[in-house]
């Protein structure tokens, strides 16, 4: 018997538990546009997470990714969102590494000084590779001002080059697969945000090979409806305590890391 699954089933939404969606997007995206101004985009994701019982969302901003774009508009418009709403939302700035290493280092410094301390890398969709000098710059950045990384892919070659170069740091791979599992298993810094189109019981079978420390709740919102990403925990085969720290728990440790998990769920965290 799972309470959480009985009371998500039975529309009573995620109570008494710490949920943080670790994989969301807001605003111009061109499989997905959502919000078309920062105060929709305060209106719109809170509704969302209030209506689902998630308590706060991991999110970049647009679709300032692709080659030609200025991505630090798309930070722009996150900092600004993010300081409306300060105990919603965790900004994961975004960064085009085929830009002049000059310049990504600059805009780096630029939302580090702003508070900001994770990153969302796009690189797969840049044509650039997960290893290549500028990110391994940005990675070196990221190790010395403790900042956490999520990126849509890494390559086996790659993540197993990055990880053991910069062991204070944590990687996320934006979306699991079960050829990451001994990656996983191997890497204390290495995790997976579970978001995925799989077959049913992947995650079942992901928590017994490599345990449930390691992932993460994720739903592509607010493309997706964040619904999708907390059914897969939610249904899966696996304990109520595993469920606790893939929905949040597992999150929350890692942006308390990095000092970037909201005040306000900081007690709900640690228990009191």
Known sequence: MSEILDRWRAGEGLPDVLAIDGHTHVGEWPHGANYDSVDEMVAGASAVMDANGVDAACVMAGGYMWNGTDYRIGNDILIDLWRRLPERIVPFAHFNPNDRPEAMLAELERVYAA??????????????????????????????????????????????????????????????????DPVLKKYPNVHANIWTLSSLGFLTRGVRSVGPEKFLFGSDAFMNPISVGIGLVVYADIPDDHKRLILGRNQARLLAKVDALPAALKDKYEGR
């Open 115 to 180: 508070g900001v301390r994770c990153i969302k890398l796009l690189n797969a969709y840049q044509d650039y590779p997960g290893d290549g000098p500028n990110l391994m710059a940005l990675y070196r950045f990221a190790d010395a001002h403790n900042m956490l990384i999520l990126d849509h892919s890494w390559s086996p070659d790659e993540i197993t080059r990055i990880a053991p170069e910069f062991p204070g740091t944590d990687f996320i791979f934006g979306h699991y697969g079960h050829w990451q």
